[in-house]
């Protein structure tokens, strides 16, 4: 895959209850109000086949591998990179992600105990080298993840019936991955108001919008 001519790829990361799809929301208002093209997008999902995709690693209902569940994932990664994500950057989108490559890495190859390393391969090969600009982690403690889940009006997903270890195990991958890349990774406290988790991710921004 050639290299990528491009907007900026923001991407959003963090724990089930972290508030990950307000902060996107937040954002997307707040650039789209300095004159800029934003796009806002979810994985999986943001295109048909990702879409069906995500209904299946989410359904309760499914007994999912863990090797297949990572597969599935990058496959759904795979079809939105080609026919949203590299479209849009060309064009010089700004490109809001809720979820990328990081989150496989948390929670398939340190919550799944599949390998960082070799789920990072599997995610190479599915997105080429296309990496975020700037990536905001979301970060929480895994239990009061769980009880801000635990006041939503829908059904927890396959994933989010997992237990307390599980998501303990994921925010340490979290943090090992932000103290790894710290230029890219910008940890934000998802225990502030959500106003104010919006002006922390404006901030780290400042210098790419």
């Known amino acids: ?12 990361e963090g724990l089930d209850g972290a508030g990950k799809s307000t902060l996107a929301e937040g954002l997307r208002d707040a650039l789209a109000a300095r004159g800029l093209r934003v796009e806002l997008l979810r994985e999986p999902g943001g295109v048909a ?11 309760p209902a499914l007994t999912v591998g863990a090797r297949t569940e990572a597969l ?4 759904a ?10 479209p849009l950057l060309r064009e010089g ?18 919550g799944r105990a599949l390998g960082v390393d ?37 059904e927890p997903d396959r994933l989010e019936r997992e237990g307390e270890a ?9 943090d090992q991955l932000a103290r790894t890349e710290p230029e890219r990774i910008r940890a934000i406290d998802a225990t502030q108001p959500p106003e104010r988790v919006l002006e922390s991710a404006l901030d780290a921004l400042a210098d790419l919008a």
């Open 166 to 174: 599980f998501f303990a195990t994921i925010a340490t991958a979290y």
């Open 1 to 12: 895959m050639p290299p990528v001519p491009r907007g900026k790829l923001i991407t959003i």
């Open 93 to 110: 989108a700004l490109v809001l992600l809720d979820r990328f490559v990081d989150s496989s890495l948390a929670y398939q190859g340190a």
């Open 118 to 154: 070799d789920v990072r391969a599997i995610n190479r090969f599915a997105t080429g080298p296309l990496t975020p600009d700037r990536t905001l982690l979301l970060r929480i403690p895994p239990a009061v993840g769980r009880s801000r889940q635990h006041t939503r009006a829908v």
């Open 77 to 86: 990664r795979a079809q939105l990179v080609e026919e949203r994500l590299l």
């Open 49 to 59: 086949v990702s879409e069906q995709i995500r209904s299946l690693v989410k359904d």
């Open 72 to 75: 599935l994932y990058a496959a």
